[in-house]
């Protein structure tokens, strides 16, 4: 075990600790070293398994609360999980998608600036914004960005998202690093409508929702859109390769003025895999493949996926981003990280988890 992973004085703070990315960090971290944790959510049935740690100590609130922030922000290392990231949401409730994407996150940027830790927050890569079809790879500190009008209030969540991101790197003495999710898929990941949640969760646990349901998956505006899918557990690696690289957040002055363009600090990085991009018609397809398999029957007992409007789906505002395709050379240049799961083991993977954990509930 190297010296870092090794020290048991260290303590991460993680917000949104019961969320789908966060139950698989706690994970890792339980398991790969000795560090200590303080997990902040309002929901912890994910982790339920660790909540007897001794090493963890977990609190049920969210940032909303001042007193909680502060206390958040005396850990050196803060990882911000916490957001509405339900797409309906976006446009049904903007204000509320707002005030959590950026009035919170940005009181936690405050208090870190402040006590000296160093922030690792979680935007995503809707901050790239209205992309077409023919747009290439999106690099972190080139690409345009391009959103629809305000009147289309799917880009409420990439706003505030994005506002927060530039409200993060003008913050003096903040020590910060920004990760930017390409579609995140595993097991944990979002709800299943109706058993425990609401509203029109991501695409994979909408597709598998109606694969166990036996209904047919809905492809929006028919499925051309374009998304690449990144396994949780590469994610997972990734923020490690993050740690490591800035030593929690002790990387020396020393070192950051001899190798300043080595530094992970004051960057925005990209976390994706471009070689699983699919439009959302062959996901659909290839899900229905796999569930056959894994349930034995022939893929022409599954219904064939249905077309809809956008706006009948979703509610007035929505609008899309055709294609997504993040450029990963900053995260392998300055961590030495590549994505490394390939899309089919990836979709089996989430898709064996769900129906283990639904297929009796639905
Ligand atoms: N989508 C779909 N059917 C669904 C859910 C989503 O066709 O049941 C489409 C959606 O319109 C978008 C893509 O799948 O083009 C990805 O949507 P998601 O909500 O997972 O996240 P996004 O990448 O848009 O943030």
Not at 176 to 204: A, C, E, H, K, Q
Not at 300 to 326: C, H, K, T
């Amino acid at each position: 075990m190297n010296l870092l992973f090794n020290d048991s004085s260290i303590t991460v703070a993680i917000v949104g600790c019961g969320g789908f990315i966060g139950c698989h960090l706690l994970d890792a971290i339980l398991t790969r070293t000795k560090w200590r944790v303080f997990g902040v959510d309002l929901d912890f049935y994910r982790i339920q398994h660790r909540l007897s740690d001794e090493r963890c100590e977990f609190m049920v609130a969210d940032l909303a609360d001042k007193s909680v922030v502060e206390r958040i922000a005396k850990y050196p290392v803060v990882v911000n999980l916490a957001a509405i990231c339900t797409p309906s949401r976006y446009m049904a409730e903007a204000p509320e998608v707002i005030r959590s994407n950026y009035d919170h996150p940005a009181a936690l940027a405050d208090a870190c600036a402040k006590s000296g830790s160093w922030l690792i927050h979680f935007s995503t890569s809707e901050i790239y914004g209205r992309t077409s079809a023919d747009s290439g790879l999106l690099l972190e500190d080139e690409t345009e960005l391009t959103f629809g009008p305000v009147t289309a209030s799917r880009w409420s969540y990439a706003t505030a998202k994005l506002l927060t991101e530039r409200y993060i790197a003008g913050l003096k003495n903040l020590k910060w690093t920004v990760v930017r999710p390409f579609n995140f898929v595993g097991p944990y990941m979002d709800f299943m409508p109706g058993v425990d949640g609401s509203g029109i969760p991501r695409v994979l646990a909408n597709f598998s929702s109606a694969l166990v349901r036996g209904e047919p998956l809905k492809l929006v505006n028919g499925g051309v859109a374009k998304r690449s899918f990144t396994s949780v557990f590469d994610a997972v690696d990734f923020l490690f390769a993050l740690f490591e690289t800035g030593k929690m957040g002790r990387l020396s002055e020393a070192a950051l003025e001899n190798a300043p363009e080595k530094s992970p600090f004051s960057q925005a990085f990209n976390i994706g895999n471009p070689d699983n991009e699919l439009t959302i018609a062959e996901l659909a397809n290839k899900m229905r493949k796999i569930y056959a398999e894994i349930k034995g029957v022939s893929v022409e007992s599954i219904p064939e996926p249905q077309v809809v409007s956008g706006v009948e789906y979703y509610g007035e505002g929505y609008e899309d981003s055709m294609r997504r395709l993040p450029s990963v050379e900053k995260a392998e240049r300055l961590l030495g990280f590549k994505a490394k799961t390939p899309i089919d083991d990836v979709l089996r993977e989430s898709l064996e988890w769900f129906v283990k954990h639904y297929g009796s509930a639905s």
